[in-house]
């Protein structure tokens, strides 16, 4: 019998759908499932009478698989991704690969790779994005871990990843340990962003101008048409047009508390580590945590008065602010999460291409847009592009936005609308543009309680200065700080 070229364990939604993938392109393919029913419901149903081989024990798997074997475990993220490995290790033989895609954290990654590499095996983490329609037609890919693995499971992956309009595939080697899963979770970071954002226009268009899902749904499909074309843009236009069974829009009947599995705060809290104001991203993150206290808000909408709505402009015209502030705004999200990348790079000694990252999220991932050509084009022209703010095409559009942008801050303040994302995305585009801040007046407090000394604007950096400000405090002075 033909030795299969991969196998995969886990039979779940996006398990399946990539096996469907993979034997779609020509490969053969033998699956694992921890409730074997799962495999025999498989093989006799849907994978009837294609190259999928059922196995019914992980040994069973193993021998079915051509050398070097490669075996994709499409588990719940954790222990149960560790208790496989362990599994695994005492079947296989010295270079075969382990791959990991589920959405583990990178600090995971970065041991699992050095713990399988010690027992003589690969270990690949993938990021894979798209969702369940991405898994069966095309997902993106972000690979890392052990390279040697990389050009045994490259035929693969780039076969089954989504392309872009050329036909470049939306995988490619990211790097060494961790990186994979870590681009994938500032992918999701980013997609948080993208989601408040957009969730933050419809509430302005609903709260401020008062417009019906239906008048919306024509506004997302316009913005679809435009610089904004993008997988999220295209879905909120058609949710705002689903109709529930009573001819009234669903959108409005759904509960407003929203779900997170844990990827933005990961983001969130790597940020932190790193020192990268990641504000837009921890923002969202917020946003869904304050949703979820349902009832405390519905009791304190009680206590409080309402701020009235008066809305006295120009309605077309302020649709038109609040599309350039979410552009301008999603620009701000991505030159964030680009910076966290960057850091991280150095912190973890990966060499992160930034404009073959934006080619794998092009297409396949759920925050594929057009915009993200934009981004290629400006780490190919700077690979050591600091910020993407600087680059010319996103600072001249930017610029262009600001008056709008601070038009929709300013209004929704005014009218008490929550819009926590584009507040911090403007703050953190004043901030980044503002040569003096006052952190000159919070270093001075810092010395004063704790003697944690200054720099001066008079000397070079890397003098530390203190006062003894009440004439009581002596020269004994605390470590120097760190920025």
């Given amino acids: 019998m033909k030795k299969a070229d991969i196998g995969l364990i886990g039979l779940a939604v996006m398990g ?14 033998a699956v694992f499932n921890r409730s074997t029913e799962k495999v025999k419901n498989f093989v006799e149903g849907r994978a009837a009478g294609k190259n999928i081989i059922g196995t019914y024990s992980l040994q069973e798997l193993v021998d079915s698989l051509a050398k070097p074997r490669k075996v994709m475990m499409m588990v719940k993220a954790g222990q149960a991704v560790d208790e496989m490995i362990e599994q695994l290790l005492p079947l296989l033989e010295d270079g ?36 369940e329609e991405g898994a069966l037609l095309g997902p993106s890919l972000m690979p890392g871990g052990s390279k040697a693995a990389w050009e045994s499971v490259k035929p693969i992956f780039q076969a089954i990843c989504a392309k872009v309009e050329d036909g470049s595939p939306c995988c490619d080697w990211v790097g060494e340990n961790g990186a994979g899963h870590f681009v994938k979770m500032v992918h999701n970071g980013i997609e948080y962003g993208d989601m408040q954002l957009i969730c933050e226009a419809y509430q302005l268009m609903k709260n401020v101008l008062g417009m019906s899902a239906d008048e919306m749904h024509e506004v997302f499909a316009e913005w ?36 997170q599995k844990g990827t933005g705060k990961w983001t969130t809290v790597a940020a932190l580590d790193e020192g990268v104001p990641l504000t837009l991203i921890g923002e969202a993150v917020f946003a869904r945590c304050l949703s979820a206290m349902k009832d405390e808000r519905v009791a304190a909408s009680k206590v409080f008065e309402k701020t009235p709505i008066v809305f006295n402009g120009d309605k077309k015209a302020f649709i038109d602010d609040i599309k350039k502030a979410l552009y301008a705004s999603k620009i701000v999200s991505y030159a964030q999460g680009y910076t ?51 680059d010319p095409f996103f600072k ?42 006052p952190a000159n007046l919070l270093q001075a407090q810092r010395d004063y309680f704790g003697a944690h000394t200054y720099e001066r604007l008079d000397h070079a950096r890397g003098e530390f200065f203190h006062t003894n400000w009440t004439g009581k405090g002596g020269n004994t002075t605390a470590n120097t700080y760190s920025v």
Wanted: hydrophobic share 40%; aromatic share 8%.
């Fill in 16 to 29: 399946e759908n990539l096996v469907m993938n993979m034997e779609s392109k020509g490969f053969t393919v």
């Fill in 96 to 131: 075969d690969i382990i791959i990991d895609g589920g959405n583990s954290h990178f600090p995971d990654t970065t041991r699992r790779t050095a713990y399988v590499e010690s027992k003589g095996k690969l270990y690949i983490g993938t990021g894979v994005s798209g969702g």
């Fill in 224 to 259: 679809n048409d435009s610089e904004l074309d993008s997988y999220l843009i295209e879905i909120t236009r058609d949710i705002l047009a689903y109709k529930d069974t009573d001819g009234a829009p669903i959108v409005d009947k759904i509960l407003d508390t929203a779900g």
């Fill in 340 to 390: 966290l990348m960057r850091t991280a790079a150095k912190t973890y000694d990966w060499n992160l291409n930034y404009g073959g990252i934006a080619l794998m999220w092009r297409g396949g991932c759920i925050i594929r847009s057009v915009f993200l050509g934009k981004i290629k084009e400006a780490y190919d022209n700077n690979p050591e592009l600091q910020n993407l703010l600087l």
């Fill in 396 to 437: 001249k559009t930017v610029e262009e936005c600001a008056q709008s942008w601070r038009n929709v801050v300013a209004t929704a303040a005014l009218n008490g609308v929550s819009a926590p994302a584009m507040s911090a995305a403007l703050s953190y585009f004043d901030g980044y543009k503002c040569d003096r801040l």
